[in-house]
């Protein structure tokens, strides 16, 4: 459901397509009837801006639990930073329970700031050139992201608004503006909870501290997203597609999942990139291998091609770099003669690719 939100807060964005649905709930969807009430009785709350409610016999884990989710379900709510749970009592017995919540802003500060949000998606949606709600925006919309923003860990502010406007952030604020894009355009979306358990994104080999990406509903399936990975591994002017639609069997092998409800079942590898644009091949041929580095290269990506068996690999890697053929390629690529290029051949991913800027 996408909930109606205060009058000072950004609805309606005329360049985007906001569809009706689930688009907002995913973790709402989860949690039980009693946390459920809570979590609607938080978001009135703090889209009204109301500093203290009374809770009645809620406990103090179902309202910690139900904020949580609020907070992974709506990135738009940036104002609120937490909530303080008091119990008061009377002549030592329990008189009464109440949340206090600790906003950041007041009423004309949230709507100077959606100001500068609406402005910033409009100019980032002129850029990107397409709204529709598809696959093809979703990557937009990310490689956008890796090629226009910067990870910065001095900066304190871990909101939606740090990468929209300022264009830099950290995991929390790359994962609360990717999900908000796309919730403005009708595809469900939501935050995940963990922590990076390898060296394959930004923050380094040995960081194992906490992390926020994205799970997005895309074709009848959900995936894994993470941009700020993906800052980490993506070369200047090239984008590294290994965290777009990621199947949670491939986010494992970086991630740990630490997630406050259950996620989805993420497990269709069709829609990777290299499997959605037809980069993995099934047999070797070089005509197809020459049409996959051209393909590649025009989505942003450096020229690569993949294998879907280990005999395919084997027969590329002979052909192309045991017999040379690799600078043919290269050639008929630019159509310029060319003595040397720079490749990378790796027996896990099945893969080929061609590294620096040959010109496609």
């Not at 959606?114 to 490689?143: F, H, M, W």
Request: net charge negative; aromatic share 12%; glycine share 6%.
């Amino acid at each position: 459901m996408r909930r109606i939100v205060a009058v000072f807060l950004l609805v309606v964005l005329v360049a985007f397509s906001v569809a009706a649905g689930a688009v907002d709930d995913y973790c709402y969807s989860q949690l039980n009837l009693s946390e459920q009430i809570a979590y609607d009785a938080m978001f009135d709350c703090i889209t009204t801006l109301t500093s203290r409610w009374n809770c009645g016999s809620f406990s103090q884990d179902t309202l910690k639990k139900a904020y949580d989710c609020l907070m992974m379900d709506h990135p738009e709510l940036f104002w609120s930073e937490s909530f303080t749970y008091v119990t008061s009592y009377v002549n030592n017995s329990i008189a009464g329970r109440c949340v206090e919540f600790e906003y950041t802003m007041t009423r004309a500060q949230i709507e100077k700031t959606n100001k500068e949000i609406e402005q910033a998606l409009l100019g980032i949606v002129r850029e990107i050139g397409t709204v529709e709600p598809s696959y093809e925006t979703a990557r937009l919309v990310y490689a956008w992201m890796v090629e226009n923003c910067t990870y910065d860990v001095a900066n304190m502010d871990q909101s939606l608004y740090s990468v929209l406007v300022n264009r830099s952030g950290v995991c929390a604020s790359f994962a609360k503006a990717y999900e908000f894009i796309m919730q403005c355009l009708g595809i469900p979306c939501s935050c995940v909870n963990g922590r990076l358990s390898s060296g394959s994104g930004i923050l380094g080999a040995s960081s194992n501290i906490g992390h926020e990406w994205n799970l997005v509903y895309l074709d009848g399936s959900w995936s894994h997203v993470d941009v700020t990975s993906a800052l980490g591994v993506s070369q200047d002017g090239f984008v590294d597609y290994g965290f777009f639609c990621s199947t949670t069997d491939e986010i494992l092998v970086t991630h740990t999942i630490e997630n406050v409800v259950e996620i989805p079942d993420c497990s269709d590898s069709s829609l990777g990139v290299f499997e959605r644009y037809g980069l993995v091949l099934d047999a070797y041929d070089i005509d197809a291998v020459t049409d996959g580095f051209a393909r590649s290269a025009s989505l942003g990506m450096l020229p690569e091609v993949r294998f879907s068996s280990y005999r395919a690999f084997i027969d590329a890697k002979y052909d192309l770099i045991d017999n040379a053929r690799l600078l043919g390629v290269v050639e008929k690529l630019t159509s310029k003669s060319v003595e040397s290029v720079d490749y990378s051949i790796d027996e896990k991913d099945l893969s080929i690719r061609l590294f620096g800027d040959i010109g496609l």
